[in-house]
T-cell receptor, first 111, second 116 residues
Framework: ETGVTQSPTHLIKTRGQQVTLRCSSQ?????VSWYQQALGQGPQFIFQ???????GRGNFPPRFSGLQFPNYSSELNVNALELDDSALYLC??????????FGSGTRLTVV | AQSVTQLDSQVPVFEEAPVELRCNYS??????LFWYVQYPNQGLQLLLK??????LVKGINGFEAEFNKSQTSFHLRKPSVHISDTAEYFC??????????????FGQGTILTVHP
């Protein structure tokens, strides 16, 4: 039990569709980051939210967007899905800006 | 910008033998360093982290790592491995400030396979 819960665990979508992935964290963890991990690769930073505002972004297009809510839960939204979006999506939370705790991830398959 | 190179993609080792997983990084700013472990179909679990202070860092499950600033390395070691240590290990670096705030940059991973 890591204290970070992601849902759903698995998801299959069709190219062009939109998807929303969810993450809930331990109370007080006001920093949340999202990562994309393609098969056989290390995780790649998508973006980070701190107190409900985006304060860091990696090399991902604007169709990747997010939200963080007052209860510390978070969403990752991806529009116009492409086949290359198939990956494990990881959410990580922290109370301070290091020592991140990762969830078990959502495996997204785009067909 | 930061980058991380894990020098071995796969490391096979026999049970109870010692192991070292190598990690080199590059950064133009001060860094924080991490090692994570990932078991099949699971997320990442933090093994240990270097933030400041002593360059020898001890983590969970008997792992330790040494921060070497002059060689820009952060190698992970365990004196005696178990079958249960079979997993993929990721080295990560976080820069102290700058753009992409909060970003962890990961290496490509090292698959450790412990044989009986």
């Amino acid at each position: 039990e890591t204290g970070v819960t992601q849902s759903p665990t698995h998801l299959i979508k069709t190219r062009g569709q939109q998807v929303t992935l969810r993450c809930s964290s331990q109370s007080g963890h006001n920093t949340v980051s999202w990562y994309q991990q393609a098969l056989g690769q290390g995780p790649q930073f998508i973006f980070q939210y701190y107190r409900e505002e985006e304060n860091g972004r990696g090399n991902f297009p604007p169709r990747f967007s997010g939200l963080q809510f007052p209860n510390y839960s978070s969403e990752l939204n991806v529009n116009a899905l492409e086949l290359d979006d198939s990956a494990l999506y990881l959410c990580a939370t922290a109370l301070m800006n290091y020592g991140y705790t990762f969830g078990s991830g959502t495996r997204l398959t785009v067909v | 910008a930061q980058s991380v190179t894990q020098l071995d993609s796969q490391v096979p080792v026999f049970e109870e033998a010692p192991v070292e997983l190598r990690c080199n990084y590059s950064s133009s700013v001060s860094v924080y360093l991490f090692w994570y472990v990932q078991y099949p179909n699971q997320g990442l679990q933090l093994l240990l982290k270097y933030l400041s202070g002593s360059t020898l860092v001890k983590g969970i499950n008997g792992f330790e790592a040494e921060f070497n600033k002059s060689q820009t390395s952060f190698h992970l070691r365990k004196p005696s491995v178990h079958i249960s240590d079979t997993a993929e290990y990721f080295c990560a670096v976080k820069g102290d400030g700058g753009t992409s705030y909060g970003k962890l940059t990961f290496g490509q991973g090292t698959i450790l396979t412990v044989h009986p």
